[in-house]
């Protein structure tokens, strides 16, 4: 079963990029998450509009 839900440092790698600018991108709303118990968890689709809104943003420049 594929995966819904990433953790922080799952985002990170996904993204190429490192935890704590995950945690940096979280704390700035820029990609939802969500919090389960005491986890911070982020929908898979959330990462990929992330990267499609990075996408766009260099398109148009």
Not at 12 to 31: E, F, H, K, M, Q
Request: proline share 3%; no cysteine; hydrophobic share 45%.
């Amino acid at each position: 079963m594929e995966k819904l839900m990433l953790t922080p440092e799952e985002v990170a790698d996904a993204l190429g990029i490192g935890r704590s600018t995950v945690y940096d991108l979280l704390r700035l709303n820029a990609i939802v998450s969500v919090k389960i118990g005491r986890s911070r968890r982020v929908p898979v689709t959330a990462v990929r509009e992330y990267a499609e809104r990075l996408t766009q943003a260099s398109l148009t420049r």
